[in-house]
């Protein structure tokens, strides 16, 4: 029980260095400073700072060390390779902010569901579109365009997105994979659809920015697709990044897929490496994290209105069996070297 104290304790205090950018700070020093450096160079109170790097220390992640009878802190450079933004794919601080952020944005919603039995709506999570892009920043930015696509069929989806094809990214948010990929692949035409008109909106403003004339938004209810006779057959690639598993219809949205895919396309989707029994899960690393995730978030929105609520360890297993369903004829499931937290369910029209 104390280490459990502890270790929640440690989790909050570190979402706080790494918003306010302490943790970006100081990994920029090369030796032990004291508290009125580092709170100069972060442009932060010094109080506040010192209470928050006794956290820091007693968790054993800054070491302490004296000059002249003053305290002095150091963030080992091996600390900065997993939880600053430097860290890219490796970035596991950017995961601190979740559980505080789910937390503030949903714990008596969510308590309240546990009684009434009724998921919880998007406008309960204002902040968390954002937290989304922040992670799909860490794991896009460095391994979407240079190594996932190119691990695509043998870089064949590489190729044809050179050449030129219709690509649609659904669940996009604001946007962050399919902005990378339109920039990346000029040739190509993308269009990225959400249920957030907030997200979209923010996806638009990002595209005008930065002048893509190649990519297009709506907003739309990706389980509404296999009813929409104007994009049957319309896409050669279809992708989804950790989306399906917090949709209200998943088995509609997956048939949706199927339906706006040409007879030779192909959809990547990227969801939860896990195993649908939970006692298949007893020793995944990050059980309890993902569960709880899932229990603050994924499932919660995806009951609403009666919604399937498959939550976000639905696991491997029934990602296949409801994409077979969907009339995939071939589901392969690839492991992703740089993405321990995924699997990529390939399929093939």
């Not at 004291?34 to 070491?63: H, K």
């Not at 389980?223 to 509609?252: C, S, W």
């Amino acid at each position: 029980m104390i280490d459990i104290l502890n270790y929640g304790a440690i989790n909050l205090a570190m979402a706080i260095g790494y918003r306010t950018g302490l943790f970006d700070v100081m990994d920029t020093f090369d030796s032990p400073q004291n508290i009125g450096d580092i709170s100069d160079q972060a442009g932060l109170n010094p109080r506040y700072v010192q209470e928050w790097l006794g956290i820091m220390t007693t968790a054993e992640i800054v070491e302490l060390s004296q000059k002249e009878d003053e305290n002095q802190y150091f963030l080992p450079k091996h600390c900065g390779d997993l939880i600053t933004r430097r860290a890219g794919n490796s970035n596991l601080g950017v995961y601190t902010q979740e559980i505080p952020l789910l937390t503030t944005c949903a714990m008596e919603a969510v308590i309240e569901g546990f009684s009434s039995g009724e998921g919880v709506t998007y406008d309960h999570y204002p902040k968390f579109q954002a937290f989304m892009s922040q992670l799909a920043n860490a794991k896009h930015r460095q391994v979407l365009i240079n190594k996932f696509l190119p691990s695509v069929e043998n870089s064949r989806i590489v190729q044809r997105l050179k050449a030129g094809i219709q690509v649609c990214d659904l669940g996009c948010a604001e946007g962050v994979a399919v902005i990378l990929m339109a920039e990346s692949f000029p040739q190509s035409r993308f269009v990225g659809i959400d249920i957030s008109s907030e997200a979209i909106d923010e996806a638009r403003r990002q595209t005008r920015r930065q002048k893509l004339e190649n990519l297009d938004f709506m907003v739309l209810d990706a389980a509404d697709l296999k009813n929409n006779r104007e994009m049957k057959g319309l896409f050669d690639y279809v992708t989804a990044f950790d989306a399906i598993h917090d949709q209200t219809r998943p088995l509609d949205v997956l048939l949706g897929v199927n339906h706006i895919l040409r007879l030779d396309g192909r959809f990547s989707m990227v969801d939860i490496a896990a195993k649908s029994d939970l006692a298949d899960n007893l020793d995944h690393p990050m059980g309890p994290f993902l569960y709880t995730v899932s229990l603050m978030h994924c499932l919660p929105v995806g009951l609403v209105g009666g919604g399937t609520g498959l939550g976000m360890m639905w696991g491997r297993e029934k990602a296949v069996e409801m994409l077979k369903e969907a009339r995939f004829q071939q589901v392969q499931v690839i492991e992703m070297p740089d993405d321990p937290f995924n699997l990529h369910f390939f399929c093939a029209k």
